[in-house]
């Protein structure tokens, strides 16, 4: 009996130790992570809006017409001239998480979409179908007409061709509730 009390103190100690070690290096790494998501996020802006301005542009995190949607930023230049918006919608399927970044004009058409994650187990034909079939300046109608029987996104990412539609949709929809006025914001 000493013997199985012994290995069970020993392995606890050492599974106490593992803790430790797994939260320290959290400790150093998250702020270093959250940076680094920070950046790409911006980058990702200013590929979707060439003169996207961080500083000027303000940050939605709740009020959404859809559970898609994570967070909406009201762009805008760094003279201060109203761009769109940029929408974070996700959701899944049976074959995995996509997050995408997307933005919609003033205008209502499309300003460009990137992903954020793509956790699709057919990732590569994921993103030939993103950036394929997703153009600047398509209207919702244009995404509602969008041909998904194409030979190149049939199969598995079939699903995930319907994903990415759905979401855009949403942001098309949410867009109609904040009106296109200055600052989108009803």
């Known amino acids: ?3 199985y009390a012994l290995t069970a103190m020993i392995l606890t100690m050492i599974a106490g130790v593992c803790a430790a070690l797994i939260a320290s290096v959290n400790l150093f790494t998250a702020p270093i992570i959250k940076k680094n998501n920070e950046e790409k996020k911006a980058r990702l802006c200013q590929e979707i809006f060439e003169t996207y301005a961080a500083e000027q542009s303000q940050i939605i995190t709740e009020d959404f017409t859809s559970d898609s949607i994570e967070e909406i930023i009201v762009s805008y230049d ?6 769109g918006f940029i929408y974070t919608v996700k959701g899944s399927n049976g074959y995995g998480e996509i997050k995408l970044l997307l933005g919609i004009t003033k205008e209502e058409k499309l300003a460009g979409i990137q992903f954020i994650t793509n956790g699709q187990s057919f990732a590569s034909e994921t993103n030939t179908h993103l950036e394929n079939q997703y153009k600047n300046d398509m209207t919702e109608s244009d995404v509602d007409n969008m041909d998904l029987s194409n030979p190149d996104v049939t199969a598995g990412a079939t699903y995930a061709s319907k994903l990415i539609r759905s979401l855009v ?11 296109n006025q200055e600052g989108g914001i009803k």
Not at 78 to 83: K, P, V
Not at 169 to 179: H, L, M, P, S
């Open 1 to 3: 009996m000493k013997k």
């Open 78 to 83: 760094a003279e201060g001239t109203f761009l």
């Open 169 to 179: 949709k949403v942001a098309f929809a949410d867009v109609k509730t904040r009106g």
